[in-house]
C-alpha cells in the first residue's frame, strides 16, 4: 500500500526532473520565434519541445525527446497510485467522497499529462495542446478535492498551505492560458509564457511530492472515529 501511496509519488516528480536535466544539453536548438537558436534556453523554450520529433531548428531530436517523453510517460504511475489513496480516507465518510471524486479526476489528468509523451507538438499538435492543456485543467479540481479531504482529517497545516499554493496558483495559470497567453506576439510574450509555465510544473513535482508525506502520515496513523 505505502508503494503506491507514497514512495511512488515521491520517486516520479524526481524521475522526471532528472529527466529533464538529462534531456536539455541534448536539446538540439531552436525556438518558436529563433531558429537559429543554440541549444535549449530555459526562458525561451517551452518543456514540450524537448519532447518534439524534431527540435526548433529542424534537426532530428531523438536522444532529448527519448528521456522527457520517458519522464512525462512515468505519470501513468501517479495515476495509479491515486486509485489507492481514497482508501487512507476510509474513517472519515465526507472526505473519503472527497478523496474518490478527487481521485477520478487526478488518475484522467495523469493520463493527459502522461499522454503528453506521446503527442510531440511538432507531429499531432492539435492533439499535443489537448492533452497538456486538460491535464491541468482537470488537476485543478482533483487537487480542491484533496484539498477538502485532507483538511476533514486534520492533516499539518503545511500540505495545505503547499497545496493551496499550487491551486490558485494553476487557476490563474488556466486563465492565463484561456485569455492572455500569446508566444507568438513577440520575444517578451514568449519569455513570459515559457517561465510561467516552468514554474507551474515546478509547483506540480511538488505538490505531489509533499502529498506523499501527508498520505504517509495518515497511512501510520491508527484507525479514527468517523466524525
Same mark, same amino acid.
Given at each position: 500500500?505505502?508503494?503506491?501511496?507514497?514512495?511512488?509519488?515521491?520517486?516520479?516528480?524526481?524521475?522526471?526532473?532528472?529527466?529533464?536535466?538529462? =534531456?536539455?544539453?541534448?536539446?538540439?536548438?531552436?525556438?518558436?520565434? $529563433?531558429?537559429?537558436?543554440?541549444?535549449?534556453?530555459?526562458?525561451?523554450?517551452?518543456?514540450?519541445?524537448?519532447? +518534439?520529433?524534431?527540435?526548433?531548428?529542424?534537426?532530428?531530436? &531523438?536522444?532529448?525527446?527519448?528521456?522527457?517523453?520517458?519522464?512525462?510517460?512515468?505519470?501513468?504511475?501517479?495515476?495509479?497510485?491515486?486509485?489507492?489513496?481514497?482508501?487512507? &480516507?476510509?474513517?472519515?465518510?465526507?472526505?473519503?467522497?472527497?478523496?474518490?471524486? +478527487?481521485?477520478?479526476?487526478?488518475?484522467?489528468?495523469? =493520463?493527459?499529462?502522461?499522454?503528453?509523451?506521446?503527442?510531440?507538438? $511538432? !507531429?499531432?499538435?492539435?492533439?499535443?495542446?489537448?492533452?497538456?492543456?486538460?491535464?491541468?485543467? #482537470?488537476?485543478?479540481?482533483?487537487? /480542491?478535492?484533496?484539498?477538502?479531504?485532507? %483538511?476533514?482529517?486534520?492533516?499539518?497545516?503545511? %500540505?495545505?498551505?503547499? +497545496?493551496?499554493?499550487?491551486?490558485?496558483?494553476?487557476? !490563474?495559470?488556466?486563465? %492565463?492560458? #484561456?485569455?492572455?497567453?500569446?508566444?507568438?506576439?513577440?520575444? $517578451?510574450? /514568449?519569455?513570459? =509564457?515559457?517561465?510561467?509555465?516552468?514554474?507551474?510544473? +515546478?509547483?506540480?513535482? /511538488?505538490?505531489?511530492?509533499? #502529498?506523499?508525506?501527508?498520505?504517509?502520515?495518515?497511512?501510520?496513523?491508527?484507525?479514527?472515529?468517523?466524525?
Amino acid at each position: 500500500m505505502n508503494f503506491w501511496t507514497v514512495t511512488v509519488l515521491r520517486i516520479v516528480p524526481i524521475f522526471f526532473i532528472a529527466c529533464v536535466m538529462i =534531456a536539455i544539453p541534448l536539446y538540439p536548438g531552436g525556438n518558436m520565434l $529563433d531558429s537559429t537558436q543554440i541549444g535549449y534556453e530555459f526562458s525561451r523554450n517551452y518543456l514540450s519541445e524537448l519532447g +518534439g520529433y524534431k527540435s526548433q531548428s529542424g534537426e532530428t531530436n &531523438f536522444f532529448s525527446a527519448f528521456f522527457f517523453n520517458i519522464g512525462v510517460f512515468a505519470f501513468i504511475l501517479v495515476g495509479v497510485s491515486f486509485f489507492f489513496i481514497p482508501k487512507l &480516507f476510509a474513517t472519515h465518510r465526507f472526505a473519503y467522497i472527497c478523496a474518490l471524486i +478527487g481521485s477520478i479526476l487526478m488518475v484522467m489528468g495523469c =493520463a493527459l499529462f502522461a499522454a503528453v509523451g506521446l503527442t510531440p507538438y $511538432d !507531429l499531432y499538435f492539435k492533439a499535443h495542446l489537448f492533452v497538456a492543456h486538460n491535464a491541468f485543467r #482537470l488537476i485543478v479540481p482533483a487537487t /480542491l478535492f484533496y484539498l477538502i479531504a485532507l %483538511y476533514l482529517v486534520n492533516i499539518p497545516r503545511v %500540505y495545505l498551505i503547499i +497545496g493551496t499554493i499550487f491551486f490558485v496558483s494553476t487557476v !490563474l495559470y488556466v486563465i %492565463y492560458q #484561456l485569455m492572455f497567453e500569446n508566444p507568438q506576439a513577440g520575444e $517578451d510574450a /514568449l519569455i513570459e =509564457a515559457v517561465v510561467i509555465q516552468k514554474i507551474i510544473i +515546478g509547483l506540480c513535482m /511538488l505538490n505531489i511530492f509533499s #502529498l506523499s508525506f501527508a498520505f504517509a502520515k495518515l497511512s501510520n496513523e491508527k484507525p479514527q472515529e468517523e466524525s
